[in-house]
């Protein structure tokens, strides 16, 4: 198969262009358009668009060892998880050097002993490449990943020991927010490699579990309107099922209720989007029979249609 996941291509025979989001097998994929849609086609049918790179991207000279200006870091080797530009089903896998080192890297899959090697190369001191693309779906599908890592320098420092790290990614590795990852510039998951094992701390263990009786909790005064779009809650909802998603959101909207509800606001907007209605019916039933609500309504409909309620406290 000479296509990867991410790869952007063009149908030889319609006039139709899209990303690869999934390997189906040696001869098919299945490829999504702007329309969102994923379309399974013969490999031969399709044809690689040369030269297309994702917005925000560059590509650079990771061959060469660039002068070390400053501070030599010895530490900071990361797997960088983002979503694909285009394909927001797809991830891509980059091996992040925040050192000064030079690094000597592979990467092998290994899926129940069928093993392949996914890539190996050169990556510079505060460079990064990409090692793998994956299809987010077929996360308890994905191989066991196995790096292995030498440190290079021509400057007179010692390199630490080669790493050899094996990884098999679950979804609670993604719970996590997305944060801004060194080097790359871009939002995602930050998977440290190489690094120690946390030392617990036992006295400090110790205290969390017996906290003084004059600590309270502290209620946030909650905004006007309160979003509860899974998305705007969890950066890992592609992960979790839609009963755990609907338990989110109530949970998320009783908070914001009962806060609103301790700072004395008049009134609240909850955005719940129109779908299939059941976080709007179940948020309805709800404040139908809480005593502190007076009424609550349609917010707006030339704003959010019949995607938001507002609601009137007493």
Known sequence: MKYKLGDFVRFVDEKMEGFVTRIIDDQMIGVTG?????????????????????PGTAKGNIDVEPEVRGEFISTGVYIGVVSDAKANSVVHFHLINDTSFQLLASLTTDKQNYFKGEFAGSIGPKAEAKVYSAQLADLQLWPKLVFNIIFNTKLNHEPPPPLVISEKFKAKDFAGSKKQLPVLKQ??????????????????LKESFFKSGDEKAVVEKPGKETDLHIEKLRNDYQFINSAEILKIQLDYFHKSLDAAIVHQLHEIVFIHGAGNGVLRNEIHKILGKHPKVQTFMDAQKEKFGYGATKVILK
Do not use: N
């Not at 939002?187 to 617990?200: F, S, T, Y």
């Open 34 to 54: 702007t329309d969102d849609f994923e379309i399974p086609v013969l490999a031969s049918k399709v044809t690689t668009v040369h030269g297309y790179q994702p």
């Open 187 to 204: 939002q995602g998951w930050l998977i440290r490699i190489g690094e120690p094992e946390m030392v617990v701390d036992a006295q400090k």
